[in-house]
């Protein structure tokens, strides 16, 4: 049996947390200073962590080993699972030219760039992020994006910043869920919190994504709109979340952004702006001339029904998601779920009663890579796909993912260390101790849990129940500095390493994740710091008013 210590070194929760911390400050200088390939990065940090668990937080090296094969595991499944499965689904619709009637179609709605990164990047990526998560808004988003012209560095930049805002109320809820249970809080305090929290972030991110795609002549030129659907979005997160279902409140936001950009007027856009947004880097030079091309006033009109195939995948993927939340229908499904006692591992938090993780669970079939699977194959039949054909799109997937599959495994398997030797809840303790700073550190020790695991859900299991204890310790609300791990975590999903390198693989950037790194870092660190003062304005009688 092992048991957890808070303090290792020297009796000091300071030492001790900036002695955990090494591994992390390894992989990110690796990756955004020395720019070593992420994989590689990855492994190093992972020998780190090992070792600081073994020597320092004298975890016996047989569980420390367990406990990274776990989570090596995790990252296999139910991670990647989703993110193969989804750029399964896109690369049939490419092998069938239906991603290019698709990617038209976004190209009536509005022929200006900046508008179809907002589309495609916040709204439908938003859409995506509501039903599955874990990555795979980021793989689809980047994908579309190079498909409309996007360069590729560009395309992954966007895709990232805009997966924040809908993050917290992902997956069906999950991560919020996962919080008002882990908090033993109610459900629905919290979900109304978060949903007065993150809105807020809603509002800047259209316009930060315009700037990101064209400057500030974007800024200037498409402030409206990008304000008009950040607003929509905002409202439709704030009234679902509070009012309606936390399952739902994704979906309705995602919709309602996009429904207010396809009713505003189309207005033409000069061409120079598309000449800028997609000539500026060599890898989008065949992607520039065929947008011009298509953007001839003779441009082939696409059949209704090709284009009701283009939309079908995703509308398929809606429908079964949709179909799973039937609560007859998920308990059926749960009927599949596997859990067992993780072999090797036996760990006690400092107050001796077991960890949550010496147990595994794997939801076989209720979980959103196989039902994107399912999706895949319901798409491959509307395609007229053969089966053969479907495999080898399938297999060819997971070949060119091989250096992704081995970066995510590596980071989880991390992560996994760091968690059950005590590296993070030492790491967590020390920021909780700060008092009535708390309301300031929250948000950043949940965006903290987000970068090192890559999920906000992981991050809310995490330092949920932290943040609950020493909110009422300090005097502050639980239910406050609750949600404010998750909406300070979503922040962190755009450099955690697993998302950099599932960007990086959709927009076949492989090998450039410190460079995806130093261009988002910034736009985490600004938007995180905005939640702080969020916070902590809520946390006082000027924004008090709007809890709850």
């Given at each position: ?354 960890v949550s993780g010496n147990t595994f669970s794997m939801a076989l079939v209720a979980t959103g890579g196989t039902l994107v699977a399912l999706s895949g194959v319901v798409t491959a039949a509307i395609l007229r796909i053969s089966p053969g054909k479907a495999l080898g799109e399938w297999i060819s997937t997971v070949r060119q993912l091989l250096f992704p599959i081995l970066t995510v495994t590596s980071v989880l398997a991390l992560a996994s260390v760091m968690n059950l030797s ?127």
């Open positions: 049996m092992f048991a957890q210590q808070l303090t290792p070194v020297g009796e000091s929760l300071a030492l001790s947390a900036l002695v955990a911390l090494l591994p992390l400050v390894l992989l990110f200088v690796l990756l955004g200073g020395v720019r070593v390939a992420a994989h590689r990065a990855a492994l190093i940090a992972l020998g780190l962590a090992i070792v600081v668990s073994v020597l320092v937080f004298r975890m016996p090296a047989v569980q420390a080993f367990s406990s990274a094969a776990q989570g090596a595991l995790f990252g296999l499944f139910p991670i990647l699972w989703i993110v193969i499965n989804a750029l399964w689904v896109y690369h049939m619709t490419v092998h069938t030219g239906h991603f290019d009637v698709l990617r038209r179609s976004f190209g009536r709605i509005s022929d200006d760039p900046r508008i179809q990164g907002v589309i495609v990047a916040f709204c439908f990526g938003g859409l995506i992020e509501a039903l599955a998560g874990f990555g795979a808004p980021v793989a689809i988003s980047s994908v579309m994006l190079v498909a409309l012209g996007f360069p590729p560095v560009r395309a992954a930049v966007v895709a990232l910043v805009a997966n924040t805002a809908p993050v917290a109320f992902g997956a069906m809820g999950v991560p919020v869920i996962t919080l008002a249970k882990v908090t033993g809080l109610p459900l629905g305090p919290i979900s109304a919190t978060v949903g007065r929290q993150t809105p807020l972030l809603a509002l800047f991110v259209p316009l930060a994504l315009v700037v990101l795609i064209d400057g500030r002549r974007g800024l200037r030129q498409t402030w409206f709109p990008a304000l008009l659907s950040g607003v929509a979005f905002a409202l439709g997160q704030f009234l679902t979340s509070n009012y309606f279902s936390t399952e739902l409140t994704d979906i309705v936001a995602s919709l309602s952004g996009a429904l207010v950009l396809i009713a505003l007027p189309r207005k033409p856009v000069d061409p120079q702006v598309r000449r800028d947004v997609f000539g500026d880097a060599a890898e989008s030079e065949a992607a520039r001339a065929r947008v011009a091309q298509e953007s001839l006033a003779d441009i082939k009109n696409d059949a209704p029904s090709e284009v009701m195939r283009a939309y079908a995948p995703y509308a398929v993927i809606i429908v079964i998601f949709a179909v799973a939340q039937i609560p007859d229908v998920k308990k059926l499904l749960a009927g599949a779920n596997v859990s067992f006692h993780w072999p090797l591992l036996d760990v006690r938090n400092a107050s001796g009663k077991p005590g590296q993070t809840t030492t790491i967590g303790s020390w920021i909780a101790g700060t008092g009535p700073a708390l309301a300031f550190l929250a948000p950043i020790l949940g965006w903290f849990g987000v970068a090192v695991s890559g999920s906000d859900t992981s991050s809310n299991a995490l330092f949920g129940a932290l943040q609950a204890t020493a909110a009422t310790q300090a005097g502050l609300s639980p239910i406050l500095l609750s949600a404010a791990n998750s909406s300070g975590g979503v922040l962190g999903k755009m450099i955690s390493p697993q998302n950099l390198t599932i960007a990086c693989a959709a927009s076949k950037m492989l090998g450039q994740e410190g460079l995806l790194l130093r261009k988002v870092l910034p736009w985490s660190l600004g938007l995180l710091a905005i939640m702080c003062i969020i916070v902590v304005l809520q946390s006082t009688s000027v924004l008090g008013w709007m809890l709850p």
